[in-house]
């Protein structure tokens, strides 16, 4: 990576101070570099679909063009595309949120946790997080001027909800939990039974709930996703997040939404008005085509992925020394190793990349502490690509004696 030299000119604000540079960076740039050399590299650091956009959200994104749709639009989003998720949202989830005060269409599901984020919490606040966890939130918190409160799940019990332990991290100063369910990392997916535990912990507290759910339709075998808006009493408090990039293949689009009971995106929609103003115009009937008309393309993509667990599993599962959950939902593999097995993941990931040519995301991007010997492998890629990848990796943690462990 290149080095940055200070000037006069350079001080950043504080507010950047414990904001550090993302560890996938470190292999993503690696990865590029080695790419372009002319090396065929195995990327399973990357949490994108490999397929490409369904035609009919192509078709009506082009339509738009074309009738000059090309201004700003509203804050919240189109009328239609907000109809669309809100109608989406009751089908699926059985969540009913009114698509003209209860829905934002926002610039990605990144947008909608900065959004929460920023129009909740601030200096004094607490953000409970249970890691391993998706970086961004950790920062996002950090940029808000809040504090984030990591609290550590048990690989032991396949990082299952800690309710006890979320419990017992609850102070005054709690402003928001943050659940994401299915995970990214470990591709965990919350029961009714704990969200219902987490709704009792909350219920005589003013904390609010963010709930991720942007890979909420990609989930397996028998599992459903259960959104924590329809369990007891939680819509009122919760902030549920979702987005086009997982399960449409719409990652380059930057779409998502922010759906709250109306109190809530109120305040959220405040912050929109003064940073990103509104989505983009012509991509909005896309997306309204997609949720209206890509059921099955998105089926298609689910279970292309749903096939690729079960082929990455059989790889991973029995190395000694060597812990994989099944994951229930999302497109990661969580594996957690002991320090006899291979040296710390960030170590690991580069011997990976210059050695064996695959590139991983070591646990300390989820869990800075906890993470130093996990690394998070994406299976949204090719299948050959896949098997081939796994089997380098797995030769790479049963012939490996601890190397600077
Ligand atoms: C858990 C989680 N939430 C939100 C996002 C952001 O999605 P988007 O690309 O829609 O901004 C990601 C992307 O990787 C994610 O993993």
Request: a negative charge; glycine letters at 8%; one cysteine or more.
């Amino acid at each position: 990576m290149s080095t940055v030299t200070a000037t006069r000119f350079s001080r950043s604000a504080e507010r950047l101070a414990e904001i550090k540079p993302s560890p996938i960076r470190a292999i993503f740039d690696r990865a590029a570099a080695l790419e372009a050399s002319g090396e065929k590299v195995y990327h399973f650091e990357i949490g994108r679909p490999d397929f490409d956009t369904p035609q009919v959200a192509k078709d009506a994104t082009s339509a738009a063009l074309a009738r000059g749709e090309v201004h700003y639009g509203p804050n919240a989003g189109t009328p239609e595309l907000r109809r669309a998720i809100s109608g989406y949202l009751q089908d699926r989830r059985g969540t009913t949120y009114d698509p003209v005060s209860e829905v934002i269409v926002t610039i990605g599901a990144n947008e909608a946790v900065f959004l929460a984020l920023m129009a909740f919490c601030g200096p004094g606040d607490e953000v409970i997080v249970p890691v391993p966890a998706w970086a961004h939130y950790e920062s996002c918190i950090r940029l808000a001027g809040a504090t984030p409160i990591p609290v550590r799940l048990d690989a032991a019990n396949d990082f299952r909800l800690d309710i006890e332990a979320i419990s017992a991290a609850i102070t005054e100063n709690t402003r928001m939990v943050i659940l994401c369910t299915p995970n990214n990392p470990t591709g965990g997916v919350a029961t009714r039974q704990e969200i219902e535990a987490l709704a009792a912990v909350l219920e005589p507290t003013d904390a609010l709930l963010m709930s991720d759910e942007i890979y909420a339709d990609l989930v397996y075998g028998d599992v459903k996703h259960e959104s924590p808006a329809g369990v007891g009493s939680l819509r009122e408090r919760t902030l549920v997040i979702g987005g086009f990039a997982k399960a449409f293949a719409m990652d380059g689009w930057r779409l998502g939404w922010l759906a709250g009971p109306r109190e809530l995106i109120t305040p959220a929609l405040r912050v929109r008005q003064y940073t990103t103003v509104c989505a983009p115009t012509f991509l909005q009937p896309g997306a309204t085509a997609a949720l209206n008309h890509a059921g099955p393309d998105a089926e298609m993509m689910r279970g292309e992925f749903e096939q690729r667990r079960a082929a990455g599993l059989a790889l991973l599962q029995d190395i000694p020394g060597v812990k994989v959950s099944q994951p229930d939902g999302a497109f990661y593999f969580y594996l957690t190793y002991s320090p006899d097995v291979a040296e710390p993941a960030e170590q690991l990931a580069l011997r990976l990349l210059d050695e064996h040519n695959v590139a991983v995301v070591p646990g300390t991007a989820f869990d800075p502490q906890g993470g130093t010997h996990s690394i998070r492998i994406s299976y949204a890629c090719h299948i050959e690509d896949l098997t081939e990848g796994l089997r380098r990796i797995v030769q790479t943690l049963t012939a490996t004696t601890a190397k600077g462990a």
